[in-house]
């Protein structure tokens, strides 16, 4: 049974930080892209960032380039998402997803095939 799981996620004062881990178990992450995406409400689903299988390319959203940084470690099966400067507005649920395709960093969310639960993360102001 495949899962990813995030952590990580909180309640932070603006200007700070937060990582989020993104766990997976039953398949081999490095074998996958991996992106992040959030979730605010009565906004849509919007990509944040994606790391190649390799792990050599990356890709950002413009709202979050420079203040976000995606990552992975292979050995431990896991992605991260560092999360510097934060704003009011990035207030959302955050999630991984694992994409098999071979896309280097694919940024539409129906290329993935598989999704974690989410972690809410809170800026306060």
């Known amino acids: 049974q495949v899962q990813l799981v995030e952590s990580g996620g909180g309640l932070v004062q603006a200007g700070g930080s937060l990582r989020l881990s993104c766990a997976a178990s039953g398949l081999d992450l490095s074998t996958y892209a991996m992106g992040w995406f959030r979730h605010a409400p009565v906004k849509e689903r919007e990509f944040l960032a994606a790391?190649?299988?390799?792990?050599?390319?990356?890709n950002y959203a413009d709202s979050v380039k420079g203040r976000f940084t995606i990552s992975r470690d292979d050995a431990k099966n896991t992605a991260y998402l560092k999360m510097n400067s934060l704003k009011p507005e990035d207030t959302a649920v955050y999630y991984c997803?694992?994409?098999?395709?071979?896309?280097?960093?694919?940024?539409?969310?129906?290329?993935?095939?598989?999704w974690g639960q989410g972690t809410q993360v809170t800026v306060s102001s």
């Open positions: 997803a694992a994409d098999r395709s071979r896309i280097a960093t694919p940024m539409s969310s129906g290329l993935y095939d598989y």
């Open positions: 790391i190649s299988w390799s792990g050599g390319t990356t």
